[in-house]
């Protein structure tokens, strides 16, 4: 079943929206808000590459606006080993309603939540107190599990220096606390998310090591499309012009769609015609060539390179005056 997320128009007047945030913090605030991964208690996990896939972003443009939203704005923490992510403020606008569904959803929800700690910090915002005695129910549950052991600075690594100090959100070992068996039902776990990361896209497939995952190759083509467009002034901020030129690598008839849209995007930086219609236009003009691979598109255009001079010939021959056919040259006509 379908979730929907609504967003409250006084999300345009917060000061830090308004006069602190960049148009991509907007972007990817409003994606933080509203994505499919959003749960009722403000917290849900999600990948930095599946953020990436979303947005059509690069892994390390993601990277950089999580930094910024958790140093600078501090407007989110994130667990990079349970990859959970936990909205600061989603409480104080999204739990102000109660009631026996509700309480029911939320138990039901703060139950899944691995990292106990980041549901006292989404319960900080929270101003129902039916709701937020419920969250702190579980924040007591983990200062029965693990007491004191965990300092303010040590939460502060987990969430802060971890994922800002070039975290390639690949899964890392996590320490426990229940002997040597909780260690295997640990690592068992990760290897059931690395598999559910690697078929996130493709449900039906099973993972075999050595059948290259699509999803990879697929990123690695959006990243390098993402990356000429932003270094090649076709405009940084332009994220419907990207996301409409990256749907080609789907909706293409092209059978390097990648190599195609690269040599397209060269060919308008030659010409200086950095965009996107410019782009499209070179690319539909191929499809309706039948051109289908990058080799196919350069013999094509070797073979165009002597049309210009057949032309101007020809175009110069017929400029003249014709000559009547039959026509033979008598040098001696009308001397008699």
Same mark, same amino acid.
């Given at each position: 079943?379908?979730?929907?997320?609504?967003?409250?128009?006084?999300?345009?007047?917060?000061?830090?929206?308004?006069?602190?945030?960049?148009?991509?913090?907007?972007?990817?605030?409003?994606?933080?808000?509203?994505? *499919?991964?959003?749960?009722?208690?403000?917290?849900?996990?999600?990948?930095?590459?599946?953020?990436?896939?979303?947005? %059509?972003?690069?892994?390390?443009?993601?990277?950089?606006?999580?930094?910024?939203?958790?140093?600078? &704005?501090?407007?989110?923490?994130?667990? *990079?080993?349970?990859?959970?992510?936990?909205?600061?403020?989603?409480?104080?606008?999204?739990?102000?309603?109660?009631?026996? *569904?509700?309480?029911?959803?939320?138990?039901?929800?703060?139950?899944?939540?691995?990292?106990?700690?980041?549901?006292?910090?989404?319960?900080?915002?929270?101003?129902?107190?039916?709701?937020?005695?419920?969250?702190?129910?579980?924040?007591?549950?983990?200062?029965?599990?693990?007491?004191?052991?965990?300092?303010?600075?040590?939460?502060?690594?987990?969430?802060?220096?971890?994922?800002? %100090?070039?975290?390639?959100?690949?899964?890392?070992?996590?320490?426990?606390? %229940?002997?040597?068996?909780?260690?295997?039902?640990?690592?068992?776990?990760?290897?059931?998310?690395?598999?559910?990361?690697?078929?996130?896209?493709?449900? #039906?497939?099973?993972?075999?090591?050595?059948?290259?995952?699509?999803?990879?190759?697929?990123?690695?083509?959006?990243?390098?499309?993402?990356?000429?467009?932003?270094?090649?002034?076709? %405009?940084?901020?332009?994220?419907?012009?990207?996301?409409?030129?990256?749907?080609?690598?789907?909706?293409?008839?092209?059978?390097?769609?990648?190599?195609?849209?690269?040599?397209?995007?060269?060919?308008?930086?030659?010409?200086?015609?950095?965009?996107?219609?410019?782009?499209?236009?070179?690319?539909?003009?191929?499809?309706?060539?039948?051109?289908? #691979?990058?080799?196919?598109?350069?013999?094509? &255009?070797?073979?165009?390179?002597?049309?210009?001079?057949?032309?101007?010939? #020809?175009?110069?021959?017929?400029?003249?005056?014709?000559?009547?056919?039959?026509?033979?040259?008598?040098? #001696?006509?009308?001397?008699?």
């Amino acid at each position: 079943m379908a979730k929907f997320r609504m967003v409250r128009t006084d999300f345009w007047k917060n000061p830090i929206v308004s006069e602190e945030m960049t148009p991509e913090d907007k972007y990817f605030y409003l994606y933080l808000l509203t994505n *499919p991964q959003t749960t009722q208690i403000g917290i849900y996990k999600i990948t930095k590459k599946q953020m990436a896939f979303d947005l %059509g972003y690069s892994i390390e443009s993601v990277h950089s606006l999580m930094e910024r939203f958790i140093l600078h &704005h501090k407007l989110i923490r994130y667990n *990079p080993e349970t990859r959970e992510l936990a909205m600061k403020n989603w409480g104080k606008h999204n739990l102000e309603r109660g009631g026996k *569904p509700m309480m029911d959803c939320i138990f039901s929800e703060l139950k899944d939540v691995e990292d106990l700690s980041l549901i006292q910090y989404v319960s900080e915002a929270i101003q129902k107190q039916e709701i937020r005695s419920l969250f702190e129910s579980f924040c007591k549950q983990e200062d029965m599990i693990y007491g004191n052991e965990v300092s303010g600075k040590e939460a502060k690594n987990t969430y802060l220096e971890s994922e800002c %100090g070039g975290h390639d959100d690949t899964l890392t070992h996590r320490e426990t606390k %229940g002997g040597q068996k909780e260690e295997e039902n640990e690592k068992e776990k990760e290897k059931e998310k690395q598999q559910q990361e690697q078929n996130a896209f493709h449900p #039906t497939c099973e993972f075999n090591p050595e059948i290259k995952n699509p999803l990879q190759s697929n990123q690695n083509d959006v990243k390098e499309i993402v990356e000429f467009w932003d270094y090649n002034g076709f %405009g940084l901020s332009n994220l419907n012009a990207k996301q409409q030129l990256l749907a080609w690598l789907d909706d293409s008839s092209f059978l390097q769609p990648k190599d195609a849209i690269l040599k397209a995007m060269k060919i308008a930086c030659a010409n200086n015609k950095r965009r996107l219609s410019y782009v499209v236009g070179i690319l539909k003009n191929w499809e309706n060539e039948s051109l289908l #691979t990058v080799e196919e598109i350069n013999t094509y &255009h070797e073979n165009q390179k002597s049309v210009p001079k057949y032309r101007q010939s #020809t175009e110069l021959f017929q400029a003249g005056r014709d000559i009547p056919r039959r026509f033979e040259l008598d040098l #001696t006509a009308g001397e008699e």
